[in-house]
Every structure is written in C-alpha cells, then in structure tokens.
C-alpha cells in the first residue's frame, strides 16, 4: 500500500501561534483527507482535500499531487486544538485509506 | 453526526472469549470499514465491506471476521480474543471507495485480560 510519512511527530505551541504540519506520501493517491483527533478519541474530518488547497476558518490545507505531499496550516492556535493530526491517502486500485502515524499538537495557554 | 453507532463502546473480556463488535450506520453508505488504533501505529484496515455479503480483508486481518448481512450493520468478530487484540476500534463509512470522504464512528475501547 502507499506509505504515508507524517511531521513533526510532535508539536508544542503557545496559543495563539501558527504551525504547518506536513503529509508525505509514496505514490499517486485519488484521495486525501486530514483529521483531527480530540483529548477524547473522537475523529473528526477536517478536508477532503487530493489536490488544491482549501480554508476553513484558522486551518487550511494544500495538496500538491504531483509532487507527493500535502500541508495543513493551522493559524492563530487555541488550546481546542490540541490533539492528534492525522492524514491519511487512498488510491484508485484500493478501497480504504492508509494512514500516517500523526502529530500529537499541544496548545498551552 | 454522520449516523454511525458503535456497540458497545467500551468492554473487558477474558483471553479465549468470543467478542463481536457492532457498527450501525444511518447513511445507507455502501461502503463501511473496521480499523484498528494503537500507540505507534496510527490506524489500521482490518477488514471492509463493499455491500451487503460483500466484504475483504485490511492489513490486520488475522484474528478477525466480519459479516454484513444488511445495509446497515457491519459486525466485527474476535472468535477467540487475545491480549495483542486490546485496542481502540473504530468503525467508518463512506459513499463511494477510497476516491470519497470517510466518517468514522466513536470507536469501541476493548481490553482483553
């Protein structure tokens, strides 16, 4: 399956600052999608984004296809923030989405 | 809230016990899916449905069965659990293959002892 590099693996921000998470992935890919895990489990879609770039309030996301990586920007932090990043890839040969191992974002106050 | 219910959500069982997960969706989504959460891991396949009677094997299959005998229940099953099984589960849906957005459900907590 395609392999997916998530970075940094962990983040450490004062609120109100602004942080970049990145998405590499090994091979062409029909589906991109970021999600934000919550201190609670919970999973939470934030874009659906294979190629372009999208907002949608303080985060947006970028996907550059061609060259295999995909960035969500995260402005303006709060403390509901924190959580677990993930990203995760499909393809059209496959029928699920592989995922990376995440980043683990803490906002302090 | 995309429809989906997870039971139960949280459960101990001994080692050898038969366990079976259930995941319920109001979607009407063709496609459902059952993934594994562990530390270091990140998320997992372990098996999918693609319709009813309809299913396939993830990454993690061995251990596992799955049956989908309606639209709306996908059933995830440890014939005979194992302390490697404890981990968080979650179940998801979309409405087309690995080209659509996926949901995920609130994931059931298992502990095998």
């Known amino acids: 399956g395609i392999q997916v590099e998530q970075s940094p693996p962990d983040l450490i921000l004062q609120e109100g600052a602004n942080s970049t998470l990145r998405c590499n992935f090994s091979?062409?890919?029909?589906?991109l999608q970021w999600f934000h895990q919550n201190p609670w489990g919970q999973l939470i879609n934030l874009f659906y984004?294979?190629?372009g770039t999208k907002q949608n309030g303080r985060l947006s996301a970028t996907t550059v296809a061609t060259e295999r990586y995909s960035l969500l920007y995260i402005s303006s932090s709060q403390t509901t923030d924190s959580g677990v990043y993930f990203c995760?890839?499909?393809?059209?040969?496959?029928?699920?989405?592989?995922f990376g191992k995440g980043t683990s974002l803490l906002v302090t106050p | 809230d995309a429809g989906i219910t997870q039971s139960p959500r949280h459960k101990v069982t001994e080692t050898g016990t038969p366990v079976t997960l259930r995941c319920h969706q109001t979607e009407n989504h063709r496609y459902m899916y059952w993934y594994r959460q562990d530390p270091g891991h990140g998320l997992r396949l372990i098996h999918y449905?693609?319709?009813?009677?309809?299913?396939d094997k993830g990454e993690v299959s061995d251990g596992y069965s799955v049956s989908r005998s309606k639209t709306e229940d996908f059933l995830l099953t440890l014939e005979s659990a194992t302390s490697s099984q404890t981990s968080v589960y979650f179940c998801?849906?979309?409405?087309?293959?690995?080209?659509?957005?996926?949901?995920f459900g609130e994931g059931s907590w298992l502990t095998v002892v």
């Open positions: 091979d062409s890919v029909n589906n």
């Open positions: 449905s693609y319709g009813v009677k309809d299913t």
């Open positions: 984004i294979p190629s």
């Open positions: 998801a849906i979309s409405l087309g293959s690995s080209g659509n957005t996926i949901y």
């Open positions: 995760a890839v499909g393809s059209s040969s496959g029928y699920a989405l592989n």
